[in-house]
């Protein structure tokens, strides 16, 4: 038998017990797997989202005609019935102004209606703006193809010049192309405080 064929008998053995070993050693080395590993979701939060379709973390984003910005999500959201519109918990959204000034709101809860491009906020509802002022709601309607919103009751609020109550508050540009005006009428109450003005 010459060198050539005692090399090919020879590799025939080594090469398949090689193979063996590595095998051997990929299953001695590997941790043991964890099968029964329980997932982020209890069964009662997979059967309410499949009954109710329900959706995490909600977020719509888009800009108004004039380029402004306009950003409204929630923690969850469920798509509605033929009687009810589609709710969302935790509502926020935030217009971003044209001249850097920023609108945001906070909801307990609210819908969007993005086939009629309104968004209406419910609940404890906060409105802040960049230049100071906050106001409380119970309830806010806005539109999202553009800074626009009102609130058809009461509301209470604090602002550069002082606190401040009124019947009813809608915001948005008084004409096409316009800087957005905050308006409060229907009997505007003001306790007017000189240090806070000053500031």
Request: overall charge negative; proline content about 5%; charged content about 25%.
């Given at each position: 038998?010459?060198?050539?064929?005692?090399?090919?008998?020879?590799?025939?053995v080594?090469?398949p017990l090689?193979?063996?070993l590595?095998l051997?050693?990929?299953?001695l080395l590997?941790?043991?797997i964890?099968?029964?590993?329980s997932g982020?979701?209890?069964q009662?939060?997979?059967d309410?989202?499949?009954?109710?379709?329900?959706v995490?973390?909600?977020?719509?984003?888009?800009t108004?005609r004039?380029?402004e910005?306009?950003q409204?999500?929630?923690?969850?959201a469920?798509?509605g019935?033929?009687d009810s519109?589609p709710?969302a918990?935790?509502?926020?959204?935030?217009f971003?102004?044209?001249n850097?000034?920023v609108?945001?709101l906070?909801s307990n809860?609210?819908?969007?209606?993005p086939?009629k491009?309104?968004?209406?906020?419910?609940?404890?509802?906060?409105?802040?703006t960049?230049?100071?002022?906050?106001?409380t709601?119970?309830?806010?309607n806005?539109?999202?193809d553009?800074?626009?919103?009102d609130?058809?009751?009461?509301?209470?609020?604090?602002?550069?010049?002082g606190?401040f109550s009124?019947g009813?508050?809608?915001?948005?540009?008084?004409k096409?192309g316009?800087?957005?005006h905050?308006?409060?009428t229907?009997g505007?109450?003001l306790l007017y405080?000189?240090?806070?003005a000053e500031?």
């Amino acid at each position: 038998m010459d060198r050539y064929s005692r090399m090919v008998q020879f590799l025939k053995v080594l090469l398949p017990l090689a193979a063996i070993l590595l095998l051997s050693t990929v299953f001695l080395l590997s941790r043991s797997i964890e099968t029964n590993v329980s997932g982020p979701f209890t069964q009662q939060d997979i059967d309410e989202r499949l009954e109710g379709q329900l959706v995490t973390r909600p977020n719509y984003r888009g800009t108004t005609r004039k380029g402004e910005d306009v950003q409204v999500e929630a923690v969850r959201a469920s798509q509605g019935t033929a009687d009810s519109d589609p709710r969302a918990t935790e509502f926020r959204g935030r217009f971003g102004l044209l001249n850097g000034g920023v609108i945001t709101l906070d909801s307990n809860s609210g819908s969007i209606r993005p086939d009629k491009a309104t968004a209406t906020f419910t609940g404890d509802v906060v409105i802040t703006t960049t230049d100071g002022i906050r106001v409380t709601t119970d309830l806010l309607n806005t539109s999202l193809d553009e800074i626009r919103g009102d609130t058809p009751g009461q509301v209470q609020g604090t602002g550069p010049i002082g606190n401040f109550s009124a019947g009813r508050m809608t915001f948005g540009a008084e004409k096409e192309g316009g800087p957005v005006h905050i308006l409060f009428t229907d009997g505007v109450k003001l306790l007017y405080e000189p240090k806070k003005a000053e500031r």
